[in-house]
């Protein structure tokens, strides 16, 4: 079952503008991973950070991680056009083990308009 | 270095027909992933798969629905006797072969339109 939650479920913002999405899940985890979505193409892998890490940065994306409230937050900053899409949380629960399987959550779309 | 390459890109059925969609993982990468996506929702997980062999098949529905992945040549998600529920985008991502953290690279997707 999916245990990813994004919030909210939709965002439109101008461009230049900073865009915040969140994601909420349920078990321990692992790690927990973005990845973007543009439309009708297959998603791309934009940032993983660890269950020991709080904070990560890659360009112009921020992500940040509360394992005490179960909660993540992806920050693109400067947005441009092209960053429009959906974007996913997936999480590797720590029960996993072995089992290499990744839970999503349902997406955040993100409209940057010109 | 090609990418997950998925085909067909769209594919078209009419009801009671098999559709079989192709994966090859990108070169390295033994895991493979399947998952169905419907307009406006998340990814829905079907089967995981290695070489020769289902791992994981929970996502799955038990009938019509079945997957493999051959020691050669690309993995096959075939569902037989399609009905218009099927149609959705098809994406295969694959996992490098090597223990560590899991992150998929995704193919394009095969777009199912079962009339």
Same mark, same amino acid.
Request: charged share 20%.
């Given at each position: 079952?999916?245990?990813?939650?994004?919030?909210?479920?939709?965002?439109?913002?101008?461009?230049?503008?900073?865009?915040?999405?969140?994601?909420?899940?349920?078990?321990?985890?692992?790690?927990?991973?973005?990845?973007?979505?543009? +439309? $009708?193409?297959?998603?791309?892998?934009?940032?993983?950070?660890?269950?020991?890490?709080?904070?990560?940065? +890659? $360009?112009?994306?921020?992500?940040?991680?509360?394992?005490?409230?179960? +909660?993540?937050?992806?920050?693109?900053?400067? *947005?441009?056009?092209?960053?429009?899409? +959906?974007?996913?949380?997936?999480?590797?629960?720590?029960?996993? $083990?072995?089992?290499?399987?990744?839970?999503?959550?349902?997406?955040? *779309?993100?409209?940057?308009?010109? | /270095?090609?990418? #997950?390459?998925? /085909?067909?890109?769209?594919? #078209?059925?009419?009801?009671?027909?098999?559709?079989?969609?192709?994966?090859?993982?990108?070169?390295?990468?033994?895991?493979?992933?399947?998952?169905?996506?419907?307009?406006?929702?998340?990814?829905?997980?079907?089967?995981?798969?290695?070489?020769? /062999?289902?791992?994981?098949?929970?996502?799955?529905?038990?009938?019509?629905?079945?997957?493999?992945?051959?020691?050669?040549?690309?993995?096959?998600?075939?569902?037989?006797?399609?009905?218009?529920?099927?149609?959705?985008?098809?994406?295969?991502?694959?996992?490098?072969?090597?223990?560590?953290?899991?992150?998929?690279?995704?193919?394009?997707?095969?777009?199912?339109?079962?009339?």
């Amino acid at each position: 079952s999916q245990q990813g939650e994004e919030d909210p479920q939709a965002l439109s913002i101008q461009e230049g503008e900073n865009a915040t999405m969140n994601c909420s899940y349920k078990t321990s985890i692992n790690n927990l991973q973005w990845y973007r979505q543009n +439309s $009708g193409r297959g998603l791309v892998h934009l940032i993983l950070i660890r269950s020991n890490e709080r904070e990560k940065h +890659s $360009g112009r994306l921020r992500v940040t991680l509360d394992t005490s409230k179960k +909660s993540s937050s992806l920050l693109i900053t400067a *947005s441009r056009a092209a960053d429009t899409a +959906s974007y996913f949380c997936a999480t590797v629960p720590a029960w996993a $083990g072995n089992n290499r399987k990744l839970i999503w959550g349902l997406g955040t *779309s993100l409209a940057v308009n010109p | /270095n090609a990418g #997950v390459m998925q /085909n067909p890109r769209h594919l #078209v059925r009419r009801r009671g027909q098999e559709a079989r969609l192709r994966c090859s993982p990108m070169k390295g990468h033994s895991h493979v992933y399947w998952y169905r996506q419907l307009p406006e929702e998340g990814l829905k997980f079907m089967v995981y798969l290695q070489k020769e /062999n289902i791992i994981d098949e929970s996502g799955m529905p038990k009938e019509r629905f079945s997957a493999e992945f051959p020691k050669e040549g690309p993995s096959i998600l075939r569902i037989q006797q399609v009905v218009r529920g099927d149609s959705a985008a098809y994406f295969c991502a694959s996992s490098p072969r090597e223990t560590g953290e899991l992150r998929l690279f995704f193919g394009s997707g095969t777009q199912l339109s079962v009339l």
